[in-house]
């Protein structure tokens, strides 16, 4: 029997990452397991420190979430009540949570129709106009790696500085991609990035990291990070969390980042194919010249989604739609007071854009056999 063919296609494929580690991944945990020191032991440092050198940062802190490692890159720069913060509608709901949580106000600004990232343009305007606006000071911008794909930090960072306002990467999907030579996660002031199963690193879990060449931010974040500990965790000087990564979890990830560079090859390998195939026939997501994706999904948008899901299933092809309802759109931010219309970039792009596998351990036949499918739906309509 040909294992390879009889393979189910998989949207990520955790299992045969851990067939192709061995028992590498087992005996790390076995090492935590017999050490003891689940809170904050050894590999949790080890793991700070490749993280740091693989992005190129100063410091890396891991925390228990990527949606925690943005709440405290906010706190880390006192993130008041009613301070606006600026980001993206086409996210994850989590960007924009987090702002909320703090009693902040989310700030929407449409994105790019082929990146899908914000636009810098309309970035400028709303900071202009919100400067006008009496009722909150303006703070900080985070833009998202929306699939992976760094949004437009040259020009994000140009804008921030012109206005004196931070800017924290939301690279929960973009870990591994970069901007001409810089890693994602050091793209900015502040980088955040999360270790959920499914994100292009991740762990066994929840887990997140932030990163920054800050040191009196990296002061506060491991202060945070702990309940606000002073010089211990029964000195508190300052509101914080349990935001802790847990011991294991960073045992695994030393593991996996082994592979990880290996990995982003073959998500890039299969990226490439799928542009080759598709591209004309749907739109994929635009790669600007000097941007690296991490491919933490291949996304296209097509007026045909319904159609091309629907000859997907039917194969059992797993497919996904990333994110069927913009932010701004949500009933939990219905107090904002935004209205459809609002960002039509992002209401468009969210009814028409469908993400197929792109995971490291998918075979070329597949992509091969997914391409197919794709252009086949679209000939029989
Ligand atoms: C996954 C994700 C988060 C949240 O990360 P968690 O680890 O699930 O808390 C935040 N922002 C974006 C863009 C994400 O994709």
Same mark, same amino acid.
């Given at each position: 029997?040909?294992?390879?063919?009889?393979?189910?296609?998989?949207?990520?494929?955790?299992?045969? %990452?851990?067939?192709? !580690?061995?028992?590498?991944?087992?005996? #790390?945990?076995?090492?935590?397991?017999?050490?003891?020191?689940?809170?904050?032991?050894?590999?949790?440092?080890?793991?700070?420190?490749?993280?740091?050198?693989?992005?190129?940062?100063?410091?890396?802190?891991?925390? @228990?979430?990527?949606?925690?490692?943005?709440?405290?890159?906010?706190?880390?720069?006192?993130?008041?009540?009613?301070?606006?913060?600026?980001?993206?509608?086409?996210? $994850?709901?989590?960007? /924009?949570?987090?702002? +909320?949580? !703090?009693? #902040?106000?989310?700030?929407?600004?449409?994105? &790019?129709?082929?990146?899908?990232?914000?636009?810098?343009?309309? !970035?400028?305007?709303?900071?202009? +106009?919100?400067?006008?606006?009496?009722?909150?000071?303006?703070?900080?911008?985070?833009?998202?790696?929306?699939?992976?794909?760094?949004?437009?930090?040259?020009?994000?960072?140009?804008? #921030?500085?012109?206005?004196?306002?931070?800017?924290?990467? *939301?690279?929960?999907?973009?870990?591994?991609?970069?901007?001409?030579?810089?890693?994602?996660?050091?793209?900015?002031?502040?980088?955040?990035?999360?270790?959920?199963?499914?994100?292009?690193?991740?762990?066994?879990?929840?887990?997140? +990291?932030? $990163?920054? *060449?800050?040191?009196?931010?990296?002061?506060?974040?491991?202060?945070?990070?702990?309940?606000?500990?002073?010089?211990?965790?029964?000195?508190?000087?300052?509101?914080?969390?349990?935001?802790?990564?847990?011991?294991?979890?960073?045992?695994? !990830?030393?593991?996996?980042?082994?592979?990880?560079?290996?990995?982003?090859?073959?998500?890039?390998?299969?990226? +490439?194919?799928?542009?080759?195939?598709? =591209?004309?026939?749907?739109?994929? %997501?635009?790669?600007?010249?000097?941007?690296?994706? /991490?491919?933490?999904?291949?996304?296209?948008?097509?007026?045909?989604?319904?159609?091309?899901?629907? &000859?997907?299933?039917?194969?059992?092809?797993?497919?996904?739609?990333?994110?069927?309802?913009?932010?701004?759109?949500?009933?939990? $931010?219905?107090?904002?007071?935004?209205?459809?219309? *609002?960002?039509?970039?992002?209401?468009?792009?969210?009814?028409?854009?469908?993400?197929?596998?792109?995971?490291?351990?998918?075979?070329? &036949?597949?992509? =091969?056999?997914?391409?197919?499918?794709?252009? @086949?739906?679209?000939?029989?309509?």
């Amino acid at each position: 029997m040909n294992t390879q063919q009889e393979k189910a296609v998989l949207f990520v494929d955790l299992k045969s %990452q851990a067939d192709k !580690l061995g028992h590498g991944i087992q005996k #790390a945990m076995n090492r935590v397991m017999a050490h003891g020191r689940f809170i904050m032991g050894p590999e949790i440092f080890e793991l700070e420190r490749k993280l740091a050198e693989y992005c190129g940062v100063k410091y890396a802190v891991t925390c @228990s979430s990527g949606t925690d490692a943005l709440l405290m890159a906010l706190m880390a720069i006192d993130i008041q009540h009613g301070d606006f913060v600026v980001t993206t509608p086409f996210s $994850f709901i989590a960007t /924009a949570e987090v702002i +909320a949580l !703090l009693g #902040a106000v989310p700030v929407f600004v449409d994105i &790019e129709p082929d990146t899908y990232n914000i636009d810098p343009e309309k !970035l400028d305007q709303t900071i202009s +106009a919100l400067k006008k606006n009496k009722t909150g000071v303006i703070r900080c911008i985070i833009p998202v790696d929306i699939f992976g794909l760094p949004a437009d930090f040259e020009k994000i960072n140009a804008i #921030a500085n012109s206005h004196g306002l931070y800017v924290i990467e *939301d690279a929960a999907q973009g870990f591994g991609a970069s901007l001409r030579e810089n890693k994602a996660c050091r793209l900015s002031d502040i980088g955040t990035t999360s270790f959920f199963p499914a994100k292009p690193l991740g762990c066994y879990g929840d887990g997140g +990291a932030i $990163f920054t *060449d800050d040191d009196s931010i990296k002061e506060k974040l491991t202060s945070i990070r702990i309940h606000g500990k002073g010089g211990d965790k029964y000195d508190n000087i300052r509101i914080g969390i349990n935001g802790r990564l847990d011991t294991i979890q960073a045992a695994v !990830l030393l593991e996996k980042l082994k592979i990880f560079d290996w990995e982003l090859e073959r998500r890039n390998t299969l990226a +490439a194919y799928y542009h080759d195939r598709l =591209e004309g026939k749907v739109i994929c %997501q635009k790669i600007n010249k000097g941007f690296q994706s /991490a491919w933490a999904q291949f996304s296209f948008v097509t007026e045909q989604r319904d159609i091309i899901m629907k &000859e997907l299933n039917k194969k059992g092809i797993p497919c996904a739609v990333h994110y069927p309802k913009p932010l701004h759109l949500q009933k939990a $931010f219905s107090f904002l007071g935004y209205a459809k219309g *609002d960002f039509p970039i992002s209401e468009k792009v969210s009814k028409t854009i469908l993400s197929i596998p792109v995971h490291p351990y998918l075979a070329i &036949e597949s992509a =091969e056999f997914i391409s197919n499918t794709i252009i @086949s739906a679209l000939c029989r309509r």
